[in-house]
T-cell receptor, first 109, second 113 residues
Framework: KNEVEQSPQNLTAQEGEFITINCSYS?????LHWLQQHPGGGIVSLFM???GKKKHGRLIATINIQEKHSSLHITASHPRDSAVYIC???????????FGTGTRLQVFP | DVKVTQSSRYLVKRTGEKVFLECVQD?????MFWYRQDPGLGLRLIYF???????EKGDIPEGYSVSREKKERFSLILESASTNQTSMYLC????????????FGQGTRLTVV
C-alpha cells in the first residue's frame, strides 16, 4: 500500500464545476504539499500546509491531521486548470517528499 | 523569479551510453533532489544532496550516480544507460529548512533506445 494515496486518479469536469481531489497518507508528516504539473512536465508548488486551510484565488487546500487527510478544491473550474495534481508529504524531521501518483484533471468548455 | 533549470527537455541516448543530466538552481538552496516519474508510479527519489560533495541514496539509486561539486549544480549520471531508464527525470531544490517549499525543474524526458 502506498504511503500517499490520491483519489480519483482521473477526473473530468465541465467548465464552472466545483472540483475536489483527495489525499490520504499513512505516515507522520511535517507538512503536506499540493503540486500542479502541466503537460510538458514542469511542476509548480500550489500549497504547503501543516494544519487548517489555505486559499489562493480559486484554489483551496485543507488538511485534517487527525484523519491524515487533505483535500484540494477548485472553485469555478476552467479549462486552464487541466493538469495533473500531485499530493506529497514531508516526513517528520525531513524535507524529503513522498508523492502520491497524481490526479489527472480535464476541464472541458 | 526563482529557477531550477535542467539542461535538456528531451534526450535520446543509446543503450550503454554514459548520460549526464544537469540541474542548476539560482536560489542558494542547500538541498537538491533527483526524481524519476513513471506512469502509475508517481515520482520516486533517486538521490539527494544536503550539501556540496554530499550525497545520499534515495529509494531507487541502482544504475545511477550523482555529483555535486558546487552548491548550485547537481548532476545525475547514468553510468551505462538501459532501456528501463527511459523516463521523465525531475530535479528539485529546497532551502534546507524544514517545512519549506520545493522548487522543480521543467523535467528531462529521456529515451534510451
Amino acid at each position: 500500500k502506498n504511503e500517499v494515496e490520491q483519489s480519483p486518479q482521473n477526473l473530468t469536469a465541465q467548465e464552472g464545476e466545483f472540483i475536489t481531489i483527495n489525499c490520504s497518507y499513512s505516515v507522520g508528516i511535517s507538512a503536506l504539499h499540493w503540486l500542479q504539473q502541466h503537460p510538458g512536465g514542469g511542476i509548480v508548488s500550489l500549497f504547503m500546509l501543516s494544519s487548517g486551510k489555505k486559499k489562493h484565488g480559486r484554489l483551496i487546500a485543507t488538511i485534517n491531521i487527525q484523519e491524515k487527510h487533505s483535500s484540494l478544491h477548485i472553485t469555478a473550474s476552467h479549462p486552464r486548470d487541466s493538469a495533473v495534481y500531485i499530493c506529497a508529504v514531508s516526513g517528520l524531521g525531513t524535507d524529503k517528499l513522498i508523492f502520491g501518483t497524481g490526479t489527472r484533471l480535464q476541464v472541458f468548455p | 523569479d526563482v529557477k531550477v533549470t535542467q539542461s535538456s527537455r528531451y534526450l535520446v541516448k543509446r543503450t550503454g551510453e554514459k548520460v549526464f543530466l544537469e540541474c542548476v538552481q539560482d536560489m542558494d538552496h542547500e538541498n537538491m533532489f533527483w526524481y524519476r516519474q513513471d506512469p502509475g508510479l508517481g515520482l520516486r527519489l533517486i538521490y539527494f544532496s544536503y550539501d556540496v560533495k554530499m550525497k545520499e541514496k534515495g529509494d531507487i539509486p541502482e544504475g545511477y550516480s550523482v555529483s555535486r561539486e558546487k552548491k548550485e549544480r547537481f548532476s545525475l549520471i547514468l553510468e551505462s544507460a538501459s532501456t528501463n531508464q527511459t523516463s521523465m527525470y525531475l530535479c528539485a531544490s529546497s532551502s534546507g529548512h524544514l517545512n519549506t517549499e520545493a522548487f522543480f525543474g521543467q523535467g528531462t524526458r529521456l529515451t534510451v533506445v
